[in-house]
Structure formats: structure tokens, C-alpha cells
């Protein structure tokens, strides 16, 4: 069983910064991309950033050149650097991987985990 279990969430001044990471966990072979999406109330899930297994990054236009998305192939573990918060990025943050590849062989499309919330006050 796969398990992404996220940390680092919390309340935060505008200005701040928070730091936010997920491990995966299970009998994972391959993981192509993770990323972290967040959801707000009364709004739609959307990608904040992800990172593919050979680095490549995709960042929403909200979170460039405030935010850093970085992984660790080896520890299945994914972290997003948050700086310069706003209270508009106030959200629950989920853990996301795509495309996982099992050592049974089976594929799973994506996996998620629970969400930390994220809380910048003004």
C-alpha cells in the first residue's frame, strides 16, 4: 500500500516563509512526477509546482519566484520551499505522485496525500 504522508504546514505572517514535505512510502518502483496542488474554500484543487524524476520543475504563475519544489528520487520525499507568503496562498496543501509504477508491475495514475493546511494571516 502507498502512502504520502505530508508535514510542515501551519499559520504563518504574511511576509513568512514555510518549508512543506511529503514522503512516500510503500512498494513504489518509479514515481515520474510529484508535485504539490492546493485547494482553498469554495475553490477548485490547482497545481502549485511539480518536478519530474529527472528535475524538470513547472511552477504556477502565483507560486514563481516565491516558491522552490525539490526532490529526492532516492528518499521518495518531495519539498516545496514557500517564501514571501500572502494570505491569498492560505489553502490545504496535498502531496501528489504521478504516474507511480509498483514493484508488482501495477501503474497507478496518481496518489495523494491527506494535506497539511497552510494559514497566512495578514
Known amino acids: 500500500q502507498v502512502q504520502l504522508v505530508e508535514s510542515g504546514g501551519g499559520l504563518v505572517q504574511a511576509g513568512g516563509s514555510l518549508r512543506l514535505s511529503c514522503v512516500a512510502s510503500?512498494?513504489?518502483?518509479?514515481?515520474?512526477?510529484m508535485g504539490w496542488y492546493r485547494q482553498a474554500p469554495g475553490k477548485q484543487r490547482e497545481l502549485v509546482a511539480s518536478i519530474t524524476s529527472t528535475g524538470r520543475t513547472n511552477y504556477a504563475d502565483s507560486a514563481k519566484g516565491r516558491f522552490t519544489i525539490s526532490r529526492d528520487n532516492a528518499k521518495k520525499t518531495v519539498l516545496l520551499e514557500m517564501n514571501s507568503l500572502k494570505p491569498e496562498d492560505t489553502a490545504v496543501y496535498y502531496c501528489?505522485?504521478?504516474?507511480?509504477?509498483?514493484?508488482?508491475?501495477?501503474?497507478?495514475?496518481?496518489?495523494w496525500g491527506q494535506g497539511t493546511q497552510v494559514t497566512v494571516s495578514s
Open positions: 510503500g512498494s513504489i518502483f518509479s514515481i515520474n512526477a
Open positions: 501528489n505522485a504521478h504516474d507511480v509504477v509498483l514493484y508488482s508491475g501495477n501503474y497507478v495514475r496518481d496518489y
